[in-house]
């Protein structure tokens, strides 16, 4: 050919055929409308807000707030500030999301594989639960639980009473709440050493194996030591804790500590509902993991105990672990359900109280959306991580 | 303005609550009644000549004023209560009051308190975001005594849970006691508490900064107060607009601008009259004593009755 | 060596065989498990015996008010005497013709897709009530054409109202969710990233907040005189909340799809939507048919949250009347009635879709 | 029919085709052999631009081949490919396969369009599966749908890329037997392949590739019985050892 | 070593054992053959209790199998197993594929189990292989770990069920060696295979089933040379014909 030195390249298209031109001023396109879409409403936003008066910033979280709220985990009277009350509802969100976290986890692990029993009767009754929770929607089932349960409690003067110490009536359950006397460091400093010990032994247990192959069985003692140790400390000092016991005093349940109803309400319909979700991923988790796995394992020797733990779990959990995540995820948007009953999460006492004491809508919406946000971004950066520490190796 | 959008839409938006007698409460057919309802309805008729020609939009009192600020609503009617912080940091504005009322606790009879002095301890009702709210807190703390607060975000859902006995005091407006009374499934074992603990005037109100709208929402209020005050009533409007008084005159129209300055038609007055009628009548029909609810006149009779109801007049 | 002779068929040992085996072998299997057994089973009957007395046995069915319940028993007058209430709302009864009519239509679209009828015939319905119905639905129920009394959206209400939501949200959501999973696997950067940040910022935060958005402050967004229905807001922001979870389960199965698929589909000179369109989507859509009805599902039950903002959805219209102090106590009632109207749905749609899943496999190895 | 020059292309730093020259005429038949990983699949996927090239030119019928969509357009229409992995349309039965691209790009009337494909599926032999589902046919069959699916668009070329190595030896005959037929009939084809009998039957040139360069090129009779080049001779050895 | 008597085994209602009989001595190497669905994989694993028998006594090393669960796991120490599909352990290296039995059931140091393991991958040629994960290999090398496992329990029993028929042809003969090799140490095996080479090198009987049945028993050399059963034949000439 000829090749006088500068190589041939392929001929440029006309610019409207050129599928990278073509690609560039689509994006640009976009990019500007998406700009454009954002500037107006913001502009729109901010002239609306001008127009009609509305004060703008956030200094508004330095004024006295001047409501009660029902339930705080810190320290809160209407005396703080609306900062204040953002942290108690955000403290309130992260409460019973924690909370019904552990416990759909715990609930759903248990009806999944109460899924696969060898139990008929079992296995029926776990299908029966999973498919009446998961078709019914949420705030029925908080509604349900709250209203029409929840409701016929009776009330604090017919409380139903556990042994003199614990009440439960429609104004939530009352429990003997501790108060640490001098001595109690004790039963502090046994706990503490029940789990240091624990930790130890277990290290040592596995080095005692790998060098001289026993078996050493940490769960049971472990367990005993941290239950112990406490009660032991607690003995020794002859009872460094005296409790306060609540008692029917006026209206109410006076002393002890007291989970309202709500709390209990919005915990059941979460728990439950999540948990029927949770249990179909842990069946389907287990039953991706081959038979040819545990027959293999089996046909080692191993036990079938050991064979769930060594074998059958920890390749269920590569599967189970994503889904659970943005279960976990649901669990904490589907919390702000909790305005609905009247819990009061950060939804409820700042979007909703806060936000209608000071008319500061734009300013408290976004911090909300922007919890919710980093609290999901975060999850996600954890559940990343996980996957990329477990992804299996492949050719 | 919103006037003018009013006019455009035909329809005047109106903030009202999601349920309660006497008040704004809707029947099983999404009639809406209610005094609060009625001073919609006043205005629609002032600026578009029908009292139907509105939309409510029930919200509740968390939502009320994001609402208004918004323009999602053109005015809010809603047992709302006239306070400083409102008029001035939320940027809306009150035209008036349509019931002067009080706070107080109504408490189940059975427990033997007649004074609210003795609620320490007690689990308190109250609906989320009002004036209400705050006024228990400071109640409580200027009394030195504790309470628990009981947050819901209606007062239909306030008198239900007070009802199941979540709750051992609900605390509101009077006005609003009485009217929830009527809601428990045992009306007659519930009692208010002497105790007002606080002033409550309640009215419709405007986002601020539109001061045209503003006027016409304050003077279609002030013009039925002034009309009972001068007698003309849905009965009498047609004899009355023959009447030489110069005041009636006035705010039937016939004599005077008042509506043309205020941006309306000058017998303004005579359509909210004849649909609506005066303050008196509407009164009566929503909350008076002969209506479930049973409230006297007390302090919302007009001050030439002894009351404090004072309207500017039509000059 | 001596011929062999086939030795003949046995049948099991009986222990191998009939009730006795199931039982051993379901119910009994080892001690713990009969041990399961028994306290499960001896749990079911002491719950389920009174629950069935008190919701069937018992329960009071037929009355013109509150006088004919029974103590200790379900009281469904109150829901016999409702019913027109929770299934319409506001809407004037002597227009309940229109929703009645539009309820017939969806079956018609609906129904026969259950029925062992002609392939085509079915399909034609489903087109049907994808593209038809919604259409003839809204002009029937809102009104204002044709000579139709116009019945403005806030007396929409009840199980219509839910049923609406949910169709429309259904609808949109698909189409919209599509874009965006093909926006989110685009080779271009700024797409891309648009998808992305949306998907995501949908999917992070919860629908009820956008709700009140949607309700109470969408107006300061806009420019001043603009606004929308409320309830095509609460549509909006459904419809957006579960595009962005359809988004992501419709990824996974262009995800699933072959390299070798898209080439030979541009080697055939399929421009890019075509491709996407007859080659692509169809195979991925049908990959991911139990992901879009969890989806689809789940949009379904989230219509209830239009309760926190006004809207008398079929919760909505059940929880404003059990307020009513001439029913006492029916609370229970009500809302199991509404968790049964939400259940039969869903589980005949989670059902629908492993049909579904089955007949349009058409068996491919590759 | 084809005209490459100076062809080379990139995938990240890895230079897999190193200035390709080669010139085909209309009815010509070229089999394209060489080692794994030479650039093959490469080469004749840049024919109908499956993938880009970024130096030399392309001319096919006339029309070049760059960034142009309308070009690339206008190739594709005329060239039909058929892959190793068959690729056809799982949720459409074969006629559905057939009909595609006559309905859509050529914009045929349903009614001809069925025609021309029940022409093919004839010539393949496999009419009577039209209204199966490609999961319902072996391999071969499978291919055979493949070949006639691209002959539907009555393309001026057809490129094979190993047609017959996801085969079952019984299949390759059945698929090779079409191809055979196929070249009888005048198509311009190019066809990567290992199939030396095949190559020895049909081929008007053999070309033989490694490393990315066209090492050999000459036709079946020179090319199997006196290769010129060592690398050739070895893959030879090899394969017809095999 | 292996005493089986009148060994009946119903898959519901279907009868899928029938009165096998088999005597295995220390050292003996069995080779079982037969059609598909002939019994064969659900006989060896009977043998360590994979599946329940339901008549007749199996005897391994003098111990009895039956539903005792002692029993079950002192004969699966003894009996190590190898299977079609490999069943490695994916989320463990080579190397704790191979240490988690000695560790957990026979609860050898961890050290001296890190021996025996290198020496066992050494004898089935893949100690560099150790400490990569079982998806990084082939299936020759996979199914090769798959047999150092069973050998680091040094069993005294090995049972192979198709060991090769997942494996591609060049990866079949690295697997057979290492058997071979096995075989030449002494241990005893019972292997379902199809391999008939492998079955005439080292087979000490080979056994034949057919519809639940052992049909025929015999050293290799009669087995192949003089089968007395028709079945034998008509299944012998179809095998070796391929
Ligand atoms: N998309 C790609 N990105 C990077 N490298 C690629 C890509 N496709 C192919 N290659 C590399 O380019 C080289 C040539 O690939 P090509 O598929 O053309 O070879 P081939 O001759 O067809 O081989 P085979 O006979 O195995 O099909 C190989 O080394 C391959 O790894
Ligand atoms: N778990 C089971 N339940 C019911 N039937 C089974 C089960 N496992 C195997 N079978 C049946 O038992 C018969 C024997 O199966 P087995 O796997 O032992 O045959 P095989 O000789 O190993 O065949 P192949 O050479 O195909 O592996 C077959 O008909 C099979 O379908
Ligand atoms: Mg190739
Ligand atoms: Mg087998």
């Known amino acids: 050919m000829e090749s006088d030195g500068t190589p041939l390249r392929p001929g440029r298209p006309k610019p409207w055929n050129d599928p990278r031109v073509r690609a560039v001023v689509f994006q640009i396109i976009a990019a500007l409308t998406v700009a454009w879409v954002g500037w107006t409403l913001f502009q729109n936003t901010i002239s609306n807000m001008e127009s009609r008066g509305i004060s703008t910033g956030f200094g508004f979280l330095n004024s006295t707030a001047g409501f009660g709220i029902i339930m705080s985990l810190i320290e809160y009277d209407e005396t703080m500030t609306y900062g204040r009350t953002f942290l108690v ?162 209206f109410n349940f006076r002393g002890g500590i007291t989970a309202i109803p709500e709390l209990g309400a919005l915990l059941l319909a979460l728990t439950l509902y999540t948990a029927s979700f949770i249990a179909e991923i842990v069946r389907s988790g287990i039953e991706s993991v081959s038979k040819g796995q545990t027959e293999a394992a089996l046909a080692l020797g191993l036990p079938p105990r050991r ?59 976004a911090m909300t959306m922007a919890v919710y946000l980093s609290i999901s971004l975060f999850i996600s950066l954890l559940m990343n991580l996980y996957n990329r520490a477990v992804a299996l190796k492949e050719r | 303005a919103t006037l003018d959008d009013v006019r455009d839409a035909g329809q005047l938006r109106c903030g009202v609550s999601t349920g309660l007698p006497g008040f704004s409460q809707p029947d099983s057919d999404g009639n809406w009644t209610g005094i609060d309802v009625d001073t919609c309805r006043a205005v629609a008729a002032a600026v578009l000549g029908d009292a139907e020609a509105v939309e409510f939009v029930p919200l509740t009192a968390a939502e009320r004023f994001t609402a208004l600020q918004s323009g999602e609503i053109d005015m809010l009617s809603r047992n709302t209560t006239w306070t400083t912080t409102r008029d001035a940091s939320l940027g809306l504005n009150f035209t008036g009051t349509n019931y002067y009322d009080g706070q107080g606790f109504l408490i189940d009879e059975g427990l033997g308190v007649d004074s609210a002095e003795q609620l320490d301890g007690a689990a308190v009702c ?10 228990l807190a400071d109640y409580f703390r200027a009394n030195d005594m504790e309470f628990e607060a ?118 303004f007055m005579v359509d909210v009259l004849t649909q609506i009628g005066n303050y008196g009548e509407m009164f009566e029909r929503n909350v008076g004593p002969n209506t479930p609810i049973g409230l006297s006149r007390g302090v919302n009779e007009l001050w030439t009755e002894g009351g404090i109801l004072y309207a500017p007049p039509f000059r | 060596m001596a011929m062999h002779q086939p030795q003949p068929d046995l049948p099991p040992p009986v222990a191998e065989r009939g009730a006795l085996k199931w039982l051993r072998e379901n119910l009994f299997s080892t001690w713990y498990n009969s041990v399961l057994t028994i306290v499960v089973g001896y749990w079911l009957l002491s719950t389920l015996i009174p629950l069935i007395d008190w919701a069937f046995i018992s329960a009071v069915f037929n009355g013109d008010g509150p006088e004919a319940c029974a103590p200790g028993a379900a009281c469904w007058v109150f829901v016999q005497q409702r019913l027109g209430f929770f299934i319409y709302g506001f809407y004037p009864d002597e227009l309940w013709w229109r929703p009645n009519l539009v309820f017939a239509l969806f079956a018609l679209a609906v129904v026969p897709q259950f029925l062992p009828i002609a392939a085509a015939i079915r399909k034609w319905l489903a087109i049907f009530g994808l593209t038809g119905l919604p259409v003839a639905a809204y ?176 919760l909505g219209a059940v929880k404003s009347t ?44 590759s | 029919m084809i ?125 009577e599966q039209a209204d199966k589902y490609p999961g319902q046919l072996s391999g071969g069959q499978q291919q055979r749908v493949a070949i006639a699916r691209a002959l539907c668009m009555q393309p001026k070329i057809m490129l094979f890329d190993e047609p017959t190595s996801a085969l079952d030896p019984e299949m390759i005959k059945e698929v090779l ?62 394969i017809l050892d095999h």
């Open chain 2, 150 to 267: 009981v947050v819901v975000d209606s007062s239909e859902a306030s008198a239900q849970a007070f009802d199941n006995n979540r709750c051992d005091v609900l605390t509101s407006d009077t006005s609003q006691l009485a009217a929830l009374r009527t809601q428990l499934s045992d009306p007659d074992g519930a009692v208010i508490l002497p105790e007002v603990i606080s002033k409550e005037p309640l009215g419709p109100v405007v986002r601020q900064g539109d001061d045209e709208w503003f006027n016409v929402v304050k003077w279609v209020l002030f013009g039925q107060i002034n009309a009972e005050e001068y007698g003309i009533s849905s009965a009498n409007v047609d004899e009355m607009l023959e009447s030489d008084n110069p005041n009636v005159a006035r705010i039937l129209g016939t004599e005077g601008n008042m509506g043309e300055i205020l941006g309306l038609d000058d017998d």
């Open chain 4, 177 to 238: 037997d079409v191809m055979i037929e196929l070249a009888g009939s005048g198509m311009t084809m190019l066809c990567v392949t290992h199939e030396m009998g095949f190559a020895k039957t049909v081929a008007d040139r053999v070309i033989f590739m490694d490393g990315g360069e066209i090492v050999e090129e000459a036709p079946p009779s020179t090319f199997f019985s006196n290769p010129t080049q060592p690398r050739t001779q070895a893959f030879l050895k090899q």
């Open chain 3, 322 to 365: 059990l307020s009513d102090p001439a029913w006492d106590n029916v609370m229970a009632e009500g809302y199991l009635f509404v968790a049964f109207c939400f259940w039969v749905f869903c589980f005949g749609m989670s059902r629908y879709s492993h049909r579904l899943e089955k007949n349009l496999d058409t068996g491919h190895r």
């Open chain 2, 126 to 135: 109250v609906q989320a975001g009002t004036t209400t709210e705050l006024n």
């Open chain 1, 307 to 365: 064979v769930l733990r060594l074998i059958i779990i920890p390749q269920a959990m590569r599967v189970i672990i994503p889904p659970l995540t943005s279960q976990y995820l649901n669990l904490t948007k589907n919390s702000s359900l909790a305005v609905a009953i009247g819990y009061p999460d950060l939804v409820n006492v700042f979007m909703g109280t806060t936000l209608n004491q000071t008319g500061q809508a734009v300013e408290i919406v």
């Open chain 1, 89 to 250: 509802g955000l403290a309130n969100t992260v409460l019973v999301s924690g909370l019904g976290i552990l416990l759909a986890t715990v609930v759903g692990f248990v009806m999944g594989v109460a899924r696969l029993s060898s139990n008929w009767l079992v296995r029926k009754v776990a299908l029966a639960y999973i498919e009446i929770f998961r078709n019914i929607p949420l705030l029925l089932q908080i509604f349900f639980w709250y209203f029409a349960v929840l409701g016929t409690l009776p009330g604090p003067r017919q409380a139903v009473n556990v042994g003199d110490v614990a009440f439960l009536s429609n104004r939530g359950i009352v429990l003997p709440k501790p108060i640490f006397e001098p001595g109690a460091w004790l039963i502090g400093a046994g706990l503490a050493a029940g789990l240091v010990v624990t930790f130890f032994m277990a290290r040592w247990a596995r080095r005692r194996q790998a060098a001289t192959g026993e078996i050493f069985p940490v769960l049971p003692i472990g367990t005993v030591l941290i239950l112990g140790l406490p009660l032991f400390g607690y003995l020794i000092q002859g009872g460094p804790v005296s409790w306060d016991i609540p008692a029917l005093g006026g």
């Open chain 4, 3 to 127: 005209q490459v020059n100076d062809l080379n292309k990139w995938f990240g730093e890895f230079h897999v085709l190193k200035s390709l020259n080669l010139s085909v005429k209309r009815g010509e038949r070229i089999v394209i052999c060489g080692p794994s990983g030479s650039g093959k699949s490469t080469f004749i996927r840049c024919i109908n631009h499956l993938e880009a090239h970024q130096r030399g030119q392309i001319e096919v019928d006339g029309v070049e081949l760059n960034e142009d969509l309308k070009n690339i357009e206008a190739i594709r229409r005329e060239v039909g490919m058929v892959f190793q992995h068959f690729n056809l349309f799982p949720h459409l039965s074969v006629l559905e396969n057939c009909l595609l691209a006559p309905i859509w790009v050529r914009k045929t009337p349903r009614k001809e369009a069925i025609d021309t494909a029940m022409h093919y599926l004839e010539r393949v032999r496999i009419p």
């Open chain 3, 139 to 314: 002009f029937l129920i809102a009104g204002g054409h044709f000579g139709l009394e116009s019945v403005d959206t806030s007396r929409w209400g009840g199980l219509m109202l839910t049923l609406i939501l949910a169709y429309v949200g259904i609808i949109a959501a698909l189409p919209i969710g599509t874009l965006l999973a093909l926006g989110r696997r685009s080779e271009m950067p700024i797409i891309r990233g648009i998808c992305v940040v949306f998907i995501e910022f949908w999917r992070a935060v919860p629908l009820i907040t956008i709700l009140f958005m949607a309700s109470v402050m969408l107006p300061l967004f806009l420019p001043e005189g603009v606004t929308f229905d409320k309830l095509l807001r609460a549509l909006v922001g459904i419809t957006l909340f579960q595009s962005a979870y359809m988004a992501e389960v419709v990824r996974g199965g262009l995800q699933a799809i072959p390299k070798g698929q898209y080439e030979a589909a541009e080697a055939l000179g399929l421009g890019y939507w075509r491709r996407m369109r007859l080659i692509i989507l169809p195979q991925a859509l049908k990959i991911v048919i139990p992901g879009i009805a969890n989806t689809i599902i789940s949009l379904f039950k989230d219509t209830t949250l239009v309760l926190i903002i006004g809207l008398f959805d079929l």
